[in-house]
């Protein structure tokens, strides 16, 4: 004990001790806690979503409250007027309430987002910052004394999956618990469900983008409990990976969750359900997810439902459904296109991965209050302004490079497209985790025409036509209809992009990512290992084809100050059609 207790001293004389600042929160590190600045959007959305969800909860407790009241003034036949409902409480940033939220921030490292939910969000009783190690809760500690905000957060020095399994009792729970783990999240997931109150929000974030993005389908089936397919899409099925595992957690419980918000950015995800307790929803879960068959030759995708739900006529209750099981499969043995067989990939969350009023609270929040202050506020309005566009009904998308890539056609610029789409008498949209997303419900048959079309502008090399090819099978039908290509449609360009919004945005540092554990990735102390690390593998290549005398003309090649340690690593086996 006595040598654990000397621990935080040593930590608070550390000579590299430095005070890293983000908005009015400073914390005093040295090094030796995790911090990486790239995830300032990640916090400042984090705390705008926070306070628009503590606007509703307060609304839908007091109208609870007045429902309840009324109902209790009827119950005593009483000539009593009926109840006013009473204005709103008003609540300000910094200051502790007793009905406001309880927060839990499992995995606090420096806790600056603590510290930074304490100073930004209105009405919180309580915030908890916990961390597995004890360096961190030293810093923790450090961190709270410095920034005057102990009165609303207190430190936690234990296990995230304990200490949630021991807030299951309704007066422990909280209203809101973050995860922000260094990777998967999957392990904090059962024991958020449970310390979690009807209705309370789950803010989760996943960094092993190459595992939900397709790379090792294997492990993602592990974590995840579902088989990534490598596509263009990858990143919005990341999100939607993520939302299936969410659900089917909460499912054992007699839960289900509402997306609020779904977020691709940077190097990671960020998630934003809110989790309420019903059996009777909890049964269009099944509905909810879905298989998906991706062409191993044109890679068109078609998603097929777990369940289905239809009105059942003989229920007294118009409202009541019927669930079904769906027949299958969705496609043929053959792609009906290009004639290749299929990958099998899922299951995957096929519901709307937003709530649009949600979005336009939110961003309304963003630019008229004092959350328009925000570091990063331009960037969150122009990333909420896309996902208000976004068609919330459908799942995934293309992208025009890939589908021309497969024609080998001349690309066809988004305008043109997307106005060949809309004169159609389809819908498009962007989608916000790529700038050249085409997401629409018109089916594949449309967009191969489409292409068909383009291509009696910009005719393929005949010695390209090679049988067997998706290439030819696709361009050797004919076009079924005519697509106007050069009058923009109205509805093209959406107002997001007229707007110049940031909608994109740039690599913010060098060497930036998800960051080492246990490391402030600022300064001197990140750089030397990003730059060793960086394009690794191809250094080593070139310095091994390369005559040793050219070694040092070559800009590929490795110098020797680098210090670079490879790993040969065997090649993933790559995934091949079953018959």
Known sequence: MEVDEEKPQIIAENPNESVIRERNAEIVSGGNVFYNPVQEFNRDLSIAVLNVYRQRLTKERSEKALKKQRKKVKEQEDEKPTPVPEDPPVYEAGTRYEDGLRILEALAATGLRSIRYAQEIAGVRQIVANDLSRQAVASINTNIRHNKVEDLIEP?????????????HPEKRFDAVDLDPYGCPNRFLDGAMQCLVDGGLLLVTATDMAVLAGNAPEACYVKYGSVPLRMKCCHEMALRILLHCIESHANRYGKYIEPLLSISADFYIRIFVRVYVGQAQCKLSMSKQSWIYQCTGCETFTLQPLGITKPNPTAGNPQQLKFGIPTGPAVNSQCEHCGHRHHLGGPIWSAPIHNPEFVQDLLKAV???????????????????MVQEELQDVPLYYTPDKLCCVLKLEIVPMLKF??????????????????????????????WDILRSWSKRHPVNPERMIPGTSLAAILSKECTAEYEFDELHPEANPKSRKSALSRFQENPTPHWGPGTRATIMIGDNKLPKSYRNQNKKQRHKASQHQPEEDHKDTPQAVDKDDDVEVEHLPKQPKLEATA
């Open 156 to 168: 936690s020095h234990s296990d995230a999956m304990t200490l949630m399994y021991l807030s299951t």
């Open 418 to 447: 997307r106005s060949a789409i809309l004169h159609a008498g389809y819908r498009v949209s962007y989608s916000h985790a790529s700038k050249n997303s085409l997401k629409t419900n018109a089916p594949p048959a449309v967009l």
């Open 367 to 385: 630019q008229e209050s004092n959350l328009q202050s925000l570091g990063t506020q331009r960037r969150i309005v122009g990333v909420l302004s």
